[in-house]
């Protein structure tokens, strides 16, 4: 009778323990996602909180499913260890350099599109401008049309 095995052995808990160390770091590029729209767009800390509600639950998705997967259904502490590793050692390393990399990105796209809009806007409040006087001019000159019985 074949019995199936109950344990792993020690190159496959490792083989497990990196791949959850690279997963982790994977997760940090995932994270940074959520960096850079905080970045661009300011948030309410509701919407902070719901963004890491999210991603924890990503992460709670992953680990159930790479146990299931990778590791016969079996949950295992190292996993989540070597998720914490993975992502702490990306985002203390190449996450730095990439959220300062998205930083200089965002402020010279922010400037370069001010300094689009600018003659854009200047046009525009032109515009408005003309088209209030002229209003306001019609108000001003109500003088009723003259009758001309030759016309």
């Known amino acids: 009778m074949n019995v199936p095995e109950t344990f792993f052995t020690i190159s496959e808990e490792l083989r497990l323990f990196f791949l ?4 982790g770091a994977v997760f940090g590029v995932y994270y940074d996602i959520f960096r850079t729209l905080r970045l661009t767009i300011p948030h309410h800390s509701f919407f902070v909180f719901a963004e890491d509600v999210i991603f924890l ?5 992953f680990l159930s499913s790479f146990a299931s997967a990778e590791a016969r259904g079996e949950l295992r502490g190292y996993y989540v260890i070597g998720g914490i590793i993975g992502f702490t050692l990306y985002f203390f390393t190449i996450g730095r350099f990439v959220m300062r990399f998205m930083g200089k ?4 796209s922010k400037g370069t599109l001010n300094t689009l809009l600018k003659p854009v806007l200047k046009l525009w409040s032109k515009i408005v401008e003309i088209t209030k006087n002229a209003v306001k001019s019609a108000k001003n000159s109500a003088s009723p049309l003259q009758n001309n019985d030759e016309m």
């Open 20 to 23: 959850s160390c690279a997963a």
């Open 57 to 61: 639950a990503t992460y709670g998705i």
């Open 105 to 108: 990105i965002l402020s010279v």
